[in-house]
């Protein structure tokens, strides 16, 4: 059995899973394959499990080092601890905030490919068969 793709997943799990790749091990590239760690720590979430959240984050950094092509994630958060640490950042570049944070709406969950039902709940968009041709 391969990978699971977010667009399988339920709304709540596809959301956790949204915010457990852009927030809590962020990555680039494809956003719709769900890592084998991704869909634990959903998992965990949905069924109460405790987890050591700062381990998989140390161990995420770790991972991040060892690779020739990924970054180390956590800029801000990594900035803050270094200014309340005293260390000296004067040599750094500044960079710009954020002006725009994802947001889950109605919106949102329509490009993940859900709808609202009458009844206010949210479930997978139907699979629309291929038009007819006319003639």
């Known amino acids: 059995m391969g990978k699971p793709s977010a667009h ?3 709304v709540t799990s596809r959301v956790l899973h949204h915010m457990v790749y852009s927030i809590l091990l962020p990555r680039g590239g494809h956003r719709d394959e769900v890592s084998y760690l991704e869909a634990f720590i959903v998992d965990s979430i949905l069924t109460g499990r405790r987890i050591h959240v700062g381990y998989l984050m140390m161990m995420h950094m770790i991972s991040c080092c060892e690779s020739k ?6 800029g801000r958060f990594l900035t803050r601890v270094f200014k309340d640490a005293e260390v000296d950042l004067s ?7 954020p002006t725009t944070y994802d947001t889950y709406d109605e919106q949102s969950l329509g490009r993940m490919k859900f709808e609202k039902a009458p009844d206010g709940s ?4 139907a699979e629309r068969p291929p038009a007819q041709g006319q003639g």
């Open 69 to 74: 092509t990924r970054v180390l994630p956590y």
């Open 8 to 10: 399988s997943l339920t």
């Open 122 to 125: 949210w479930s997978k968009r």
């Open 91 to 97: 040599r750094e570049t500044d960079f710009e905030a």
